[in-house]
C-alpha cells in the first residue's frame, strides 16, 4: 500500500438503543438508512472512497459480519480478496470492547502492511452533510498526524448541548496550520456550563473521529496501556480468517474496556485538533434525527407512509403501516412491524430507559427484529400459534441455506417468486412459482435460489418445537455450525 494513502478504519460495534424500535441489537442504526437511500454505514465508507484512500477496516461484532459484508458490495465496495491489492477488510471482536481496543487492533493491522499507514477512524453511524469540508479538515489532520500527532475532530458547537464532551483548543500548532494543541478535555456539562462554550468560543464538540499514524498509536498506547496492546496483539497473532472475514483471537477479551479518549487522548502530549464545520451530527436520538432530517413547511421529517394534519415540528416514521399524527407538536412517532413508540421530542433521551424496562420484562422487542438476517438474505415471521408458525423467506440470487435437518419439526415451502433448487435427502427438486414441497421430520435438506431475481417462499412449519436453535447443519457456506 502506498505509504501516503489513508486507511479509513470505520468502527460498526454500537447497537443505538435511544434510536429504538428501529434500531436494536439484531440491527443498529447504522445499518439503517436514516438521512438518504444508503445506510449510515455505507454513506460513512464513502466518505474514504477514491484515490487518496486505501481499503477500507470495518470493525464490527460477528452477529453483524454478513450484514457488513453485504452492504459493502450494495455499495460498490470490494470485500476481502475482490479488489485489485485486496478489498475492505472486516475485522470480527469476539467481544464487545469500547473504542481503544478495537482501534489498537486496526492500527496492529494496518501496522503489518505499512508502520506509518495513517488511519482516520470514524464511527459508523454519524451523519455529515458537507464533504467537501470533512475533507479539508482531514487534510490538516492528517498534515499534524505525519509529524506525530493524535488529531481528534472538534465540531463547532451550533447550540449548549449538554449530551457531547467537549474540547478546549489551545495554541495553534507551528507544523501545522489550522490544528490545535488540546488543553482540555471536558465531561458532559451542563446546561449552564455548556452556554458558556458557546458564548467563549474556545470549545468544540467531540465528534468521536481521529486521524493518527499506525506506528504513533501503538507507541502511545504501549506506554500508556501496555496490557491493552499485549492482549490485542496476541488477539491480532490468533486471528483465523474465513471467507472475508478476520476474526480476532480470544485473548481479545483480555483487553480493557476503555475508549479511546480515556485510555490515550486525555494522557498523551500528542493529542491536537482541528476544528471542523461540517454538518455534523451524532444522531444519537430521534431529537437529533429530527434536527438532521429535511423537513417541511410545518417544520415535520417524515418517512414511509405518513399523513400529518395541523402537526408542527415533528418526526413520524413508518416502516410499512399508514401512520397518522392529528394537532401535535414536538413529538416523535415510530411505528415498525411489531412496535410503536410516541414520546415528546425532549424526552427523546428516555428511550434507553424504555428499552432496559423492556429488556427487564424480558420482551423480545427490546433486541430482535421481527425480520431477521441471514448472510444468504433474511425471512420474517407472520403468524404464531401452537404447534404452527408461518415465515416469509427471501433468499438473494446465488445464495443457499445450509445442509440441515430438524428433530421436533416438518416444514412446507411454497414459492411465491422466483425458482428454488431443493434437495431433500436424496432427491433434487426444481420449484417455480405456485409450486411447493414437503419436507417431513428428520429429513435432511436444503434450498438454493440458482436463479437472477430474488426467491422468495412462505414456509409453515408444524412441530412439537419450532426455535431456531432445533437446526443441526451438515453443511454450510458461511461457516457456520
Known amino acids: ?56 477496516m470495518v470493525i464490527c461484532a460477528e452477529a453483524h459480519r454478513f450484514m457488513v459484508a453485504e452492504q459493502l458490495r450494495d455499495a460498490g465496495v470490494a470485500v476481502g480478496a475482490e479488489g485489485a491489492g485486496g478489498g475492505a477488510r472486516i475485522v470480527l471482536e469476539p467481544v464487545a470492547r469500547n473504542s481503544a481496543p478495537a482501534i489498537a487492533a486496526a492500527a496492529v493491522l494496518a ?83 455548556a452556554q458558556s462554550f458557546l458564548e467563549g468560543g474556545k470549545h468544540l464538540w467531540n465528534a468521536g473521529m481521529f486521524v493518527a499514524a499506525a506506528s504513533t498509536l501503538l507507541a502511545e498506547l504501549e506506554r500508556l496501556q501496555p496490557e491493552l496492546v499485549a492482549s490485542v496483539r496476541a488477539a491480532v497473532e490468533g486471528a483465523t480468517r474465513d471467507l472475508d472475514f478476520v476474526r480476532l483471537g480470544a485473548a481479545f477479551a483480555e483487553s480493557p474496556n476503555i ?71 414536538d413529538v416523535v412517532v415510530v411505528a415498525t412491524e411489531d412496535a410503536v413508540l410516541a414520546l415528546p421530542r425532549d424526552r427523546a433521551q428516555d428511550v434507553k430507559k424504555l428499552v432496559d424496562q423492556l429488556k427487564a420484562k424480558k420482551r423480545p422487542e427490546a433486541g430482535a427484529h421481527r425480520r431477521m438476517y441471514r448472510p444468504w438474505g433474511h425471512y420474517e415471521g407472520l403468524i404464531q400459534g401452537e404447534r404452527f408458525q408461518v415465515k416469509k423467506i427471501l433468499v438473494r440470487p446465488g445464495q443457499k441455506l445450509s445442509l440441515q ?40 435438506h436444503r434450498m438454493e435460489n440458482p436463479g437472477m431475481i430474488p426467491l422468495t417462499l412462505i414456509e409453515v412449519q408444524s412441530g412439537s418445537y419450532l426455535g431456531e436453535d432445533d437446526i443441526v447443519r451438515f453443511e454450510d457456506t458461511y461457516g457456520r455450525v
Not at 479509513?8 to 429504538?20: A, E, N
Not at 479538515?137 to 475532530?153: E, N, P
Not at 435437518?405 to 412459482?433: Q, Y
Open 259 to 329: 475508549s479511546i479518549d480515556y485510555a490515550v487522548m486525555e494522557k498523551t502530549a500528542h493529542a491536537a485538533v482541528v476544528p471542523a464545520d461540517i454538518g455534523w451530527s451524532d444522531v444519537g436520538s430521534w431529537d437529533a434525527l429530527w434536527q438532521a432530517s429535511p423537513k417541511d413547511a410545518g417544520g415535520n421529517a417524515t418517512h414511509g407512509p405518513v399523513e400529518l394534519l395541523d402537526a408542527r415540528d415533528c418526526y413520524v416514521r413508518s416502516e410499512g403501516i399508514l401512520t397518522t399524527v392529528v394537532g401535535l407538536s
Open 111 to 193: 501496522a503489518e502492511e505499512n508502520p506509518h499507514s495513517l488511519l482516520w477512524v470514524m464511527p459508523s453511524d454519524h451523519v455529515v452533510k458537507d464533504l467537501p469540508a470533512l475533507h479539508a479538515a482531514l487534510d490538516l489532520a492528517c498534515q499534524a498526524a505525519r509529524s506525530g500527532r493524535i488529531v481528534t475532530f472538534g465540531m463547532r458547537p451550533q447550540s449548549p448541548e449538554t449530551g457531547f464532551g467537549y474540547i478546549e483548543a489551545g495554541a495553534p500548532l507551528a507544523e501545522a496550520p489550522g490544528v490545535s494543541a488540546i488543553a482540555s478535555f471536558v465531561e458532559k456539562p451542563d446546561l449552564a456550563r
Open 1 to 56: 500500500m502506498p505509504q501516503d494513502r489513508v486507511v479509513p478504519v470505520v468502527l460498526s460495534g454500537g447497537v443505538g438503543t435511544r434510536l429504538w424500535p428501529l434500531s436494536r441489537e439484531g440491527f443498529p442504526k447504522q445499518f439503517w438508512p436514516l438521512i438518504s437511500e444508503a445506510s449510515m454505514l455505507q454513506e460513512t465508507v464513502a466518505r474514504g472512497t477514491g484515490p487518496a484512500f486505501g481499503p477500507p
Open 405 to 444: 435437518k430438524h428433530f421436533h419439526r416438518a416444514e412446507h415451502w411454497v414459492v411465491v417468486n422466483g425458482t428454488a433448487i431443493v434437495e431433500r435427502d436424496a432427491e433434487r427438486i426444481l420449484l417455480r412459482e405456485n409450486e411447493s414441497v414437503y419436507l417431513p421430520l428428520g429429513c435432511v
